[in-house]
């Protein structure tokens, strides 16, 4: 069963843009884990950020910020003032206290045009 | 730290050869992942190792596909035959499950099987 959906394939905006991705999970575990990991057109897996369940306070840092919905299990990010940089593909993960296995969902390409 | 290594960065073999794939973890972690990425498939969980042993190989395709963690240092991905679809590229992370945890993935292996 799926357990992370990104309905977001690719998002194309212009440099200075906010962007906003979606992320939707599933799990039956009262403990877990959300992650945002960023693949550049390089390649490699970039961690970004991590909220745990119990803590839905949301935060911001630097220009990325996200907000945690257990209410609609959800969890987006945004990256504010976006830079031709923040070309990737950003990928959002869940793990679950019960087997810690990490889940990606499939990807939501973000092109920044200058 | 020198993060996650994989060996080799890439990979072409022929169908029906051995392949083997290589993973050191971060020293400390007792986590330690095999995905596997295509664009079709997106992100695959292959196997997950917790203190060197496999907890869930629900993921790995066929027999043709064995994985080991003989120590807590070191890894192996074998594919053997290997076959055309197999051509992918292999991701090696490894993190510690609990609270303050996210998985650090390797540079990763491409395989090219021709």
């Known amino acids: 069963a799926q357990k992370v959906t990104q309905a977001q394939t690719e998002i194309s905006v212009v440099e200075k843009e906010d962007v906003t991705l979606d992320c939707v999970y599933e799990?039956?575990?009262?403990?877990?884990?959300l992650f945002w990991y960023k693949q550049p057109p390089s390649g490699e897996l970039v961690f970004l950020i991590r909220?745990?369940?119990?803590?839905?306070q949301n935060e911001i840092s630097g220009r990325y910020s996200w907000n945690f919905q257990k209410s609609t299990s959800s969890f987006n990010f945004t990256i504010t003032a976006s830079q031709v940089v923040d070309s990737a593909v950003y990928f959002c993960?869940?793990?679950?206290?019960?087997?810690?296995?990490?889940?990606f969902g499939a990807g939501t390409t973000v092109t920044v045009r200058a | 730290d020198a993060g996650v290594i994989q060996s080799p960065r890439h990979e072409v073999t022929e169908m029906g050869q051995e392949v083997t794939l290589r993973c050191k973890p971060i020293s400390g972690h007792n986590s330690l992942f095999w995905y596997r990425q295509t664009m079709m498939r997106g992100l695959e969980l292959l196997i997950y190792?917790?203190?060197?042993?496999?907890?869930?190989d629900s993921g790995m395709p066929e027999d043709r596909f064995s994985a080991k963690m003989p120590n807590a240092s070191f890894s192996t991905l074998k594919i053997q035959p290997s076959e055309p679809r197999d051509s992918a590229v292999y991701f090696c992370?490894?993190?510690?499950?609990?609270?303050?945890?996210?998985?650090?993935f390797g540079q990763g292996t491409r395989l090219t099987v021709v």
């Open positions: 993960a869940l793990s679950e206290a019960s087997d810690y296995k990490l889940s």
């Open positions: 799990t039956r575990d009262t403990t877990y884990y």
């Open positions: 992370a490894s993190g510690w499950p609990g609270e303050n945890t996210e998985a650090f």
């Open positions: 190792f917790n203190n060197n042993v496999p907890i869930d």
């Open positions: 909220r745990n369940s119990f803590d839905e």
